[in-house]
């Protein structure tokens, strides 16, 4: 069985509370209804703009913040339905990288402590046996092991996100849900993760939860890309067709905002009226009918459902099926 994480139906709903007695007066619908898959060995990239729900997304996959419905299944195993210690020795299988590798590491402590952490908490191997794990997946992550010893503050920024990267790895996870990885670092050193990441893919066969804000950025690493907006998935599809030919308009626009190296046909950037409305106050029907280009009555009024498109890609908008 290939299929290794199937979200459905998530929902994650947080509570609007107000005045005196903080009764609650409604919900801010962070997460609503995403459903997806992710294969061994596969890349999903998900993106949108700040706010669309992709990192509580992820937190939820993994079960760091609580989901309001709907399954989030591994290997078949429904994670929700798991008590604490089981879920903690799950979490071996499912680790996280997050985007500031500069406040995800403690500046203090040494490149094996770090790594040795994880391998303590799930009590992996004898000392020397760490010690044998530590160094190999350092030098997969490209750092030299002979810096064993050093402290996290005497590494650049792109040396720390590899830390993190070894940090996510040394327990040989089958998933790893990577937060904007790559957004706090320089342009120059982006490429050099993304590419660490692929070569890490290869080798070990890990799934990656890709999250960014930028689609030019989860371009080359992902295999398939959903797209969010206001917290439901937009569209879902294979990302070479996802780039030569975006269904839904809100991917049109993102997709039109990136500079082209070559570009096509000439198209001109689709610039949107107005900003993403509050999460806490979605418009009726389509989310995104407040700033489509093609909006038309119906989607005021009625919420487009993601619908099969074929070749493995799916959309919601009104303007398909
Ligand atoms: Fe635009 Fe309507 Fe499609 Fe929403 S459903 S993206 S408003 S055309
Ligand atoms: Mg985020």
Redesign the pocket.
């Known amino acids: 069985d290939n299929l290794l994480l199937h979200v459905e139906n998530l929902k994650v709903y947080f509570p609007i509370k107000s005045g005196f007695f903080q009764k609650t007066t409604g919900y801010v619908k962070a997460v609503d209804d995403v459903s997806f898959q992710l294969a061994r060995g596969e890349t999903l990239g998900i993106v949108g703009e700040s706010g669309c729900g992709k990192s509580t997304t992820g937190r939820a996959v993994m079960q760091l913040i609580k989901p309001t419905s709907g399954t989030v299944l591994f290997e078949g195993e429904e994670l929700s339905g798991l008590g604490t210690e089981q879920l903690r020795a799950k979490r071996k299988n499912m680790q996280m990288v997050f985007q500031d590798p500069y406040s995800s590491l403690n500046p203090r402590m040494t490149v094996e402590n770090i790594l040795r952490e994880p391998l303590e908490a799930h009590h992996a191997g004898s000392r020397a046996e760490q010690l044998k794990q530590i160094t190999e997946v350092m030098e997969l992550c490209g750092l030299n092991s002979k810096q064993l010893h050093r402290y996290a503050h005497e590494f650049s920024g792109g040396q720390r996100q590899r830390i993190c990267i070894a940090r996510a790895l040394v327990l040989r996870p089958q998933i790893v849900v990577a937060d904007e990885p790559v957004s706090a670092l320089d342009v120059s050193i982006q490429s050099q993760i993304i590419n660490l990441m692929t070569d890490l893919q290869k080798q070990l066969g890990v799934s990656f939860l890709f999250i960014s804000h930028d689609l030019a950025v989860v371009k080359h690493i992902s295999h398939r890309i959903g797209v969010m907006y206001l917290g439901r998935m937009?569209e879902l599809a294979p990302a070479k067709a996802l780039y030569e030919e975006p269904l839904?308009?809100?991917t049109q626009s993102l997709l039109s905002a990136i500079p082209r190296s070559h570009p096509r046909s000439g198209k001109e950037r689709i610039v949107l009226r107005g900003e993403v409305p509050s999460p806490a106050d979605p418009p009726k029907?389509?989310?995104?009918?407040t700033?489509?280009?093609?909006?038309?009555d119906?989607?005021?009024e009625?919420l487009?459902l993601m619908t099969d498109m074929g070749a493995g890609r799916s959309v919601?908008?009104?303007?398909?099926g």
Request: hydrophobic share 30%; with cysteine.
């Open positions: 937009a839904h308009p809100y029907g389509c989310a995104f009918s700033r489509c280009p093609h909006v038309m119906r989607c005021r009625v487009p919601a908008c009104h303007l398909y």
